[in-house]
């Protein structure tokens, strides 16, 4: 008897829920998703904020087919000079301000948030990181440490010692707790798993006026919020602050895994010495996620995609009226939906799932449905996805 590439999945390859969504793709081409069955699917999360050109885009399957054929892993990071890597550092520097001119590959965003905390504990020479309630900057050692959530970290302790938790959007806070014993303070401006809540412009200022004070460095996590996800290529743009650290990775790769922190080159240049390789890895940078990240970077110019984010945004919530809508929030294409309960939240995206659109939920927020679709994504396919919200709500109701 064969055994099903389903029960294979569930005996080999290691899992990270008791029920995983199940569903065996096994193609992808722009905003939709097909299964072993044929059965179309409408990706409205873009992997969790991944395909942010939608799967497949025509550029970035180029890129990385001529990168492929030319060289792929040359060497560990940092030692050899290769063309994918410069000329996806000057596209990135190009959209930054001077103090932002230098990048430092990994392979993920978790990994970009452990060089960021080494770097800001180098160049200070001190230990204490301050993060915020709900934040998630990944689930390695370091991020952990600062994940503003105690419920997924219990388990894992002893973790960095240092650390303090202080309560998003209070300036407050931030005036009390930044003082000369910090060495960063580390924050999403949009925070991607509480259902997208928005730092104030007034909390983003206060935070740099007292790093600027105390000599402490600011890192901005943009790892969901960026690559034109916010309505701007950065979603910092936006606030009238500059950090001191960027952290990118998820939308940065148009589907290969990348990641990067970028800082000044002065800062990053501490790495090279006492001790040599101070931040190394092997695959950060590689060839060809470098050519498909440059790929995609042009994409998001070339095609203008941010242009029409705004518009789209409002028009997905011109859409997604019904009385069991709490609320939407959000900004640009991160959205959240707030349901009555979690219970409810979890059987409309259930529903939604079984009626051909992905859907999810947010870590630190269980009643709110995710929405973070392709920035590629158009305004009929727009106009199904919300109708089928909206069905799949009746339904889950009339079960109910």
Not at 260 to 282: A, D, M, R, Y
Not at 368 to 385: C, F, G, K, V, W
Request: aromatic fraction near 8%.
């Amino acid at each position: 008897m064969q055994i099903s590439n389903r029960q294979l999945f569930l005996n080999h390859v290691a899992q990270v829920s008791p029920k995983p969504m199940d569903l065996e793709i096994v193609k992808a081409k722009g905003v939709h998703l097909f299964d072993v069955n044929g059965k179309s699917y409408i990706d409205f999360i873009s992997g969790i904020s991944v395909s942010n050109v939608g799967h497949c885009h025509p550029n970035v399957v180029k890129a990385i087919q001529q990168q492929s054929e030319t060289y792929m892993h040359l060497m560990v990071y940092g030692e050899y000079v290769q063309a994918p890597q410069i000329q996806l550092a000057k596209a990135l520097t190009d959209l930054l301000p001077p103090n932002l001119n230098s990048v430092f590959y990994t392979n993920s965003g978790t990994e970009a948030t452990e060089g960021a905390l080494k770097l800001a504990k180098r160049v200070t020479q001190k230990t204490e990181i301050i993060c915020f309630r709900d934040s998630y900057h990944g689930s390695t050692h370091g991020a952990l440490s600062v994940m503003g959530n105690e419920e997924f970290k219990q388990a894992f302790r002893p973790l960095l010692p240092d650390v303090r938790i202080l309560e998003y959007n209070s300036i407050d806070d931030v005036n009390q707790y930044i003082t000369s014993k910090t060495a960063a303070v580390i924050l999403e401006p949009v925070q991607s798993e509480t259902g997208y809540t928005i730092a104030s412009n007034e909390f983003l200022q206060a935070i740099r006026k007292k790093c600027n004070e105390h000599c402490a460095l600011m890192i901005l996590d943009e790892i969901q919020n960026g690559f034109g996800r916010s309505g701007t290529f950065f979603a910092f743009e936006q606030t009238g602050i500059i950090p001191d650290i960027l952290l990118l990775a998820k939308g940065m790769g148009g589907g290969l895994p990348i990641g990067c922190f970028i800082s000044f080159q002065k800062l990053l240049n501490e790495f090279t010495h006492n001790p040599v390789l101070g931040n190394i890895n092997t695959f950060g940078g590689n060839a060809v996620c470098c050519a498909a990240s440059l790929a995609c970077l042009q994409t998001i110019q070339s095609e203008k995609l941010m242009d029409d984010i705004e518009r789209k945004s409002i028009l997905i919530r011109s859409l997604l009226i019904h009385p069991a809508i709490k609320n939407i929030k959000g900004k640009g294409f991160m959205l959240s939906i707030d349901f009555e309960d979690t219970d409810l939240n979890f059987r409309i995206i259930e529903t939604c799932v079984k009626n051909g659109l992905i859907v999810d939920w947010f870590l630190f927020n269980t009643h709110s449905m995710r929405i973070a679709p392709p920035l590629i994504i158009t305004d009929e396919e727009i106009n199904q996805a919300c109708e089928i919200i909206l069905k799949s709500i009746d339904q889950t109701i009339l079960v109910k």
